[in-house]
Nanobody
Framework: QVQLVESGGDLVQPGGSLRLSCAASGFTFNYASIGWFRQAPGKGREGVSCISRGSTTYYADSVKGRFTISRDNAKKTVYLQMNSLKPEDTAVYYC???????????????????WGQGTQVTVSS
């Protein structure tokens, strides 16, 4: 019943921008914290950003100042605006929901209850 669907991934040139969306259904969206993770080939899943039920935001150092997470509770959607993209941002990006709305350990994949299927972001000239 719970569903998270990512969209917006694309091929983009270095320095470009993308906005990813995560559309949620099947749970009380307003109570959940939502995280964005990414996984590059041969690497582990990395926490990128998180937004709490109260819209407090968290970012990995590698994306601070470039990425912005936001949520629209009316649309049950979380966004990740990615600017100044670099080749090292290339990865499959996943959104995940913590139904308990916690933010301690937000960058640890194990705290999340549900995951989307991912969307590919490729940054290359």
């Amino acid at each position: 019943q719970v569903q998270l669907v990512e969209s917006g991934g694309d091929l983009v040139q270095p320095g470009g921008s993308l906005r990813l969306s995560c559309a949620a259904s099947g749970f009380t969206f307003n109570y959940a914290s939502i995280g964005w993770f990414r996984q590059a080939p041969g690497k582990g899943r990395e926490g990128v950003s998180c937004i709490s039920r109260g819209s407090t935001t968290y970012y990995a150092d590698s994306v601070k100042g470039r990425f912005t997470i936001s949520r629209d509770n009316a649309k049950k959607t979380v966004y990740l605006q990615m600017n100044s993209l670099k080749p090292e941002d290339t990865a499959v990006y996943y959104c995940a929901a913590d139904l308990q709305g916690s933010t301690w350990g937000w960058s640890r994949a194990s705290v999340y209850d549900y995951w989307g299927q991912g969307t590919q972001v490729t940054v290359s000239s």
